[in-house]
Each structure stands twice: as structure tokens, then as C-alpha cells.
């Protein structure tokens, strides 16, 4: 639905080792490349008529930093903490302070990986978590975060 007021603000924060798409074990992630899946990502924006601000970073505290950044103007994030799912304290106090949803990201299928795996500690600070759907886990959680913000108020 056409909208005439300013795009929605949407994070996008990709962690560590997520710059490897493509080319870490595609037999999991696929041959997608970060870049490749940003572009549908920005593709998908503009369609939905939403703004984009991506940042892929191997350092929690500047996923951590994005996010207190832009914590006053965005009205949501996704976020696949990668290799900090499973130990990311600060990111999580982080996403429980903010005001605005955010929606975990999984490329694979968590619960059917390692077991150390199984456990995220995002995910009880999350609305909610997309997984195993590839790179359309990003586009489901971006169709579904923006139904999410443009849902009328109670």
C-alpha cells in the first residue's frame, strides 16, 4: 500500500563472520554472498517503501553501538547475531532496551545444527526469530517487522 508519510526506519545488523556468505560452508549458509542478500533486502525496501541502514560487524560492540545510535529514529531491526547467539550478554541487555522490535535472523536452521547451537540467548529479548529459510529467512523477517510497526496502535 502506497504510503505518503516518511519511510519507516529499519536496521539491518549482520554479525560476525556473516561477511563470509558465499563462501563459508555453502552446504549451510548457501552461495549467496552478504552483499547479494543486502541487495534483496534493499530491493524488498523499496517495494514496501521502508528505509535501510545495513552494517555487518565481526565486534559485538558495534552492533551494540548501531543499535544505541539509532535507537531515537528507527522503528525496528533485524539482527542475525551469528556467532553471538549463543554468548552475546551485551547485545542482549541492548536489544531489551530498546523501544522499537527487533527480529532475529537465522540463514540455517538453528535447532538442527549443534547442539551447543540450540540455545540463543537473543532470542528472549527478540519479538520473535525467522530461521531456516536461507537467505529468505532476512526477507520474511523484514515483510513481517514492517506489518509489525505499521500495525495500528492500541
Known sequence: MPRN???ERILVLHGPNLNLFGRREPHIYGTMTLEQINERLRTLAAKIQVSLTIVQSNHEGVLVDT????MD???????????LTQHG??????IKAMPFPVIEVHLSNIAA??????HSIISP???GTVQGLGWRSYTAALRTLVEIIREPKR
Request: charged residues 25%; hydrophobic residues 35%; proline residues 6%.
Open 113 to 118: 545444527r549443534e547442539q551447543w547451537r540450540h
Open 5 to 7: 508519510d516518511a519511510p
Open 125 to 127: 529479548a527478540v519479538r
Open 73 to 83: 529514529e528507527a522503528q525496528g531491526a533485524i539482527l542475525n547475531p551469528a556467532g
Open 89 to 94: 550478554v551485551s547485545l542482549h541487555d541492548c
Open 67 to 70: 543499535l544505541q545510535k539509532h
